[in-house]
């Protein structure tokens, strides 16, 4: 991938996995996904089978070098970061991925973090646990479990210490969303995907001037 896509100007970078994850123990041959299923898909993946006997906290950064080496082969430029799970009172950093530990290797910090209504605060104490000294892009959020106007206010709030902020698009514009209204076609998933578009064109003049 990175000898293919070296000389290109639409790559922002290279995100080694998505919600990685670590096994406290050793797991059957082959099976890389956690086997717990979120509107039908599997979003976490063991980046291991068995630790061998290796510290947990060790494992995240062998395997972000091992990765970097094979990029910087081909690519000596653009950035590389990994999808990381988010902090949260309850279990910590349970990936196994800790920010103080894997930032070094990467070109900046990468974390999902959706707030919650139920657990309002929690999310920006999540965003501090990332600020260990490297840009930090918010690279999924999305009204999930809480209101847009809740969403809004830890946008705003995030400002301090992230840098970037990325969220999910279904491929239909705003034009498209508000035209399915007016025939009456709009669905409740559309309707919010909506509402987060609005809120993204709201705050990019002040989030990204």
Known sequence: MAQVCRSSQAV???RSHQRTGLTLGKRAAGKWRSGSLFGGYDFLQYIALDPAGRKREDMPVQWIRRLTAAIRKHDQATLITVGQ???SRQWKHLSGFLPEKVAPELDFLSVHI??????LGEELEC????AVGKPVVIEETFP????IGELETFMRASRDIACGW???YNGETLAELDELERAGKLTMPQAVYRSWQRLFLKLKPELAP
């Open 166 to 168: 990325i969220g999910h």
């Open 12 to 14: 922002f970078c290279y």
């Open 144 to 147: 999930l479990n809480c209101s």
């Open 85 to 87: 799970l988010p902090w």
């Open 114 to 119: 959706y707030p919650d209504t139920k657990k």
């Open 127 to 130: 965003l501090r646990q990332f």
